[in-house]
């Protein structure tokens, strides 16, 4: 019991202690420091800026380089106009939905592509009963409730 008193003493003081530094640092005025993105007026930032995807600061002079070789891209997983989702993707992706949220009881049920080229379904419980309708947009992916 007293060891469990002292560390729950030592991590209160040290919480206590981080936020005060914390409170302080921020109330005290000063300027933020200086770090790599701070540039003197009229010079560019250094070429780490394009080589980590940062878009040039102003007095970058603009050309061909950063157009051509940087199209605003700095993920694994760049983001298509138009995603061509299909009745079993939209299936997939609302399962995943549900998976990510712990839900292993409810299913994906009616799946169908609609006239306006827009794709329903519904989340059921195991019995079969509807809890909510959704449309998806298959070129841009928009999720929308509809029920």
């Known amino acids: 019991m007293q060891r469990f008193l002292f560390t729950s003493a030592v991590i209160l003081a040290l919480a206590g202690g981080g936020y005060a530094i914390k409170a302080a640092a921020e109330t005290s005025g000063a300027a933020p420091p200086a770090g790599p993105s701070a540039c003197l007026p009229g010079h560019p930032p250094g070429p780490w800026a394009a080589e980590w995807g940062h878009r040039p600061g102003p007095g970058f002079p603009p050309g061909p380089f950063w157009e051509h070789h940087h199209d605003d891209k700095f993920s694994l997983f760049g983001d298509t106009r138009n995603k061509n989702l299909s009745s079993a993707d939209v299936k997939l992706i ?49 999720i929308q409730r509809i029920h």
């Not at 299913?107 to 006239?115: K, L």
């Not at 519904?122 to 909510?132: K, L, P």
């Open 94 to 142: 609302a399962t995943a939905i549900l998976l990510e949220h712990g839900n292993h009881d409810w299913t994906v049920t009616n799946v169908t592509a609609q006239p306006d080229k827009s794709i329903d379904f519904s989340f059921a419980t195991a019995h079969g009963d509807i809890i909510a309708s959704f449309s998806v947009d298959p070129a841009s992916g928009h």
